[in-house]
């Protein structure tokens, strides 16, 4: 059974798993923590002794020590976690609600205390575990997205998205579940009123009769969005001739398997208006912008994107439909190919055949092309300075954008990269567009030859077809020489080698 209270054990149960996931809470709330901090810097300069001691009686009494040292640390943790775990049904009362950056939209984050933080991971974990709320697996709708759409079945797709979501949740329904079904604890219940009501006052609804909205930006608003969705989803599952559902955060995607082939655009055009009506209906408004229908009874034939004529097996000339109808949705483009097989002997058929074809979105290519523009302009502002390292500083960023790497200090090794951020793309138009953008600045950046030569060796389609990987340190270091040796007159200047981690190559992508 879930234990659900917010105790001091509970409190290093948050703890542990965050500092597993890489995130240090001692450095986030320095004051807080500052006596286990002081505690860490006497631990690290007794392992330091350890390693410089040679003798073995000496380095078993430093070891104890240190062991010694570490339970203190422990019981430090311990009862700074216990204080802020101390009177929160008071703390939870005088929480307040501050504006947040603006992302796109405004954000909000709660106030900057360590009790905040813990009640706010808490409450989270109570909600996904008693209502099992998650977010759905991208990898896996588009997985089977792409099965569905290769099969020879008619279909009829939906795609539409949820205008302004976070800010359009009916917050009277929501909180009336949340508060009748005694799923949630009592201070579960009271942090979640508590962050709505200081939200309400920041969006001047303090005393509306129908409030909307929840605090985008901080921790339990995920979860209390899709649980309210449930309602909708559960709604839309219930429509008939519907085969396949899927909803990730506010983009939404629906097929239809209408009975007959003979179906007309009239009957087709129902499935869209009873979707919407739906939405609508549960207090929610969807963007017209990206809301679109497909009609594939006859097959993927309609969702074109360019053809690719073929002689005798050989590219002959590709181009871009001017007028291509593709479906867009969670950072790729599916349309279908037209490949002509033509044939020299005169008494044989060309052969035609479509494929489904899958592509990098073009806004998500827009997001490559800005990171590699970016990288280049820091480049010409650094080189002043110091071009060696401004150079490898680049060199470092384009090699992370066109190649993989892993995720440092997260316990679930995620990998990233031009591979594994967009495993489903099965053709290279899009990688030979960043190629291209690349080659541009590399041949306009004012390069020496040398530095162009380096440059070119790094590819964003050989990337993501040999699924290179390189493993970036998390900042910058200097890495021991190996050829210097004591009294080697040669290298005696020679400090290392200098290579950039994952902080410096990302410091300027931030707002991307």
Do not use: C
């Not at 809470?25 to 505690?39: N, V």
């Not at 599916?334 to 479509?354: A, M, Y």
């Not at 964003?460 to 390189?470: A, D, E, I, Q, S």
Request: aromatic share 10%; charged share 30%; no cysteine.
């Amino acid at each position: 059974m879930l234990d659900q209270s917010f105790s001091q054990d509970t409190f290093q149960e948050i703890f542990d798993r965050e500092n597993r996931k890489g995130k240090n809470i001692e450095s986030k709330f320095k004051t807080e923590f500052q006596p286990s901090l002081d505690q860490l810097n006497i631990i690290q300069t007794k392992t330091a002794e350890i390693i410089a001691e040679t003798d073995v009686d000496r380095k078993k009494v430093l070891f104890e020590e240190r062991k010694r040292l570490k339970q203190e640390r422990e019981v430090l943790i311990k009862n700074i976690l216990n204080e802020a775990s101390t009177n929160l049904p008071s703390k939870i009362q005088n929480l307040k609600v501050d504006l947040g950056p603006m992302i796109g939209k405004q954000t909000y984050v709660l106030e900057e205390k360590l009790e905040n933080f813990f009640i706010s991971k808490k409450t989270q974990w109570n909600i996904a575990r008693t209502y099992k709320v998650k977010q759905a697996n991208r990898y896996a709708i588009l997985s089977q997205l792409t099965k569905l759409l290769e099969d020879q079945f008619p279909k009829y797709i939906i795609r539409t998205d949820i205008q302004s979501f976070y800010e359009s949740i009916p917050q009277k329904h929501l909180l009336l579940k949340i508060n009748n079904d005694h799923l949630l604890s009592v201070l579960s219940k009271r942090f979640i009123n508590k962050v709505i009501e200081e939200f309400n006052v920041l969006t001047s609804q303090t005393g509306a009769s129908n409030p909307i909205g929840v605090p985008r930006g901080i921790g339990i608003s995920p979860y209390l969005s899709e649980l309210y969705m449930r309602i909708v989803d559960n709604e839309i599952k219930d429509m008939p001739n519907l085969i396949y559902y899927s909803r990730y955060v506010d983009d939404i995607l629906a097929i239809f398997v209408p009975e007959t082939k003979k179906v007309t655009s009239t009957e087709l055009a129902r499935y869209k208006t009873k979707l919407i009506q739906i939405i609508k209906n549960k207090g929610l408004n969807i963007n017209s912008s990206k809301t679109e229908s497909y009609n594939l009874i006859n097959g993927i034939d309609s969702i074109n994107t360019r053809n690719i004529e073929l002689l005798d097996n050989i590219i002959m000339s590709k181009r871009k439909k001017t007028n291509a109808t593709t479906i867009n949705y969670l950072g790729y483009t599916i349309g279908s190919l037209k490949t002509v097989n033509k044939f020299s002997e005169s008494s044989r058929k060309d052969k035609t055949t479509r494929t489904l074809t899958i592509d990098i979105s073009d806004k998500k290519i827009s997001k490559y092309k800005a990171k590699i523009k970016s990288a280049f302009d820091d480049f010409q502002k650094k080189r002043t300075n110091n071009e060696k390292n401004a150079f490898k500083l680049l060199k470092a960023r384009i090699e992370f954008l066109a190649s993989n790497t892993r995720l440092r200090n997260n316990k679930a090794n995620v990998l990233i990269g031009i591979y594994y951020s967009n495993p489903f793309i099965n053709n290279s138009y899009s990688l030979e567009i960043l190629d291209n953008y690349f080659k541009w600045h590399r041949n306009h950046g004012k390069l020496s030859a040398k530095q162009k030569s380096q440059l070119e060796k790094l590819n964003f389609k050989n990337g993501y077809k040999t699924k290179k990987f390189v493993l970036f340190p998390l900042k910058k270091e200097l890495y021991r020489n190996h050829n210097s040796k004591k009294n080697d007159v040669v290298n005696i200047n020679n400090k290392g080698v200098l290579r950039y981690g994952l902080r410096e190559i990302n410091s300027i992508w931030k707002k991307f």
